[in-house]
């Protein structure tokens, strides 16, 4: 079962920082933080992970809470292009399987 | 640029035939994955496999054979195809439990049992 909860839709006008919520209360001190998106009729792709330190990379910046219960994935300045289905994901580090929820529908609008 | 490439695209078969979806990737990637991804149900792992002739059942192997003969291909076979193996098939490729292990995935083939 997936560890992490997140709200299936999101609107957010383009050029506007887009914030993505996820609950992870279960997880473990040695488990990460991924998120990934998946855009319509495409595999999912890769965006950024962490375990307890903020991250940010050309794609987006990661918060994590102190108590790494919870997590926001940011899009600094959203695009029409961002219009995806983004999944948070819990792995324990150094293990190979991901565990997909059904994530959140991000809709950037004009 | 990694590539992860699958056989097709779309693929409409019968009740009870057999059915191979094949997917390549060009990284010399140790790990391979088969997800099948339903409305409403997000990606669930099929199978994976963390070598040549190495197998791993995911959440829901059942109905689902693989074979990875070679380091780049891994093949999803189903024995004998149902209407509820309606669905997106998607392949991905990854380093092994390396620090950030990104999986690559490949465009997905969209598979229709009638």
């Known amino acids: 079962d997936a560890k992490t909860t997140q709200p299936p839709s999101m609107d957010c006008a383009e050029g506007r920082a887009a914030n993505l919520p996820c609950n992870h209360s279960t997880i473990s001190g040695n488990e990460y933080v991924y998120w990934y998106r998946q855009i319509h009729s495409q595999g999912p792709q890769y965006i950024i992970h962490?375990?307890?330190n903020n991250e940010t990379n050309e794609m987006a910046s990661l918060i994590i809470t102190e108590d790494r219960k919870s997590s926001t994935l940011i899009l600094p300045h959203a695009t029409l292009r961002d219009t995806a289905v983004y999944y948070c994901?819990?792995?324990?580090?150094?293990?190979?399987?991901?565990?997909f929820g059904t994530g959140t529908r991000l809709q950037v609008f004009p | 640029d990694v590539k992860v490439t699958q056989s097709s695209r779309y693929l409409v078969k019968r009740t009870g035939e057999k059915v191979f979806l094949e997917c390549v990737q060009d990284?010399?990637?140790?790990?391979m994955f088969w997800y099948r991804q339903d409305p409403g149900l997000g990606l669930r792992l099929i199978y994976f496999?963390?070598?040549?002739?190495?197998?791993e059942k995911g959440d829901i192997p059942e109905g689902y054979s693989v074979s990875r003969e070679k380091k780049e291909r891994f093949s999803l076979i189903l024995e004998s195809a149902s209407t509820n193996q309606t669905s997106m098939y998607l392949c991905a490729s990854a380093e092994r439990a390396a620090g950030v292990n990104e999986q690559f995935f490949g465009p997905g083939t969209r598979l229709t049992v009638l």
């Open positions: 994901i819990v792995r324990v580090y150094n293990t190979d399987k991901l565990i």
């Open positions: 496999s963390y070598d040549v002739k190495m197998k």
């Open positions: 962490g375990l307890k």
């Open positions: 990284m010399d990637h140790e790990n």
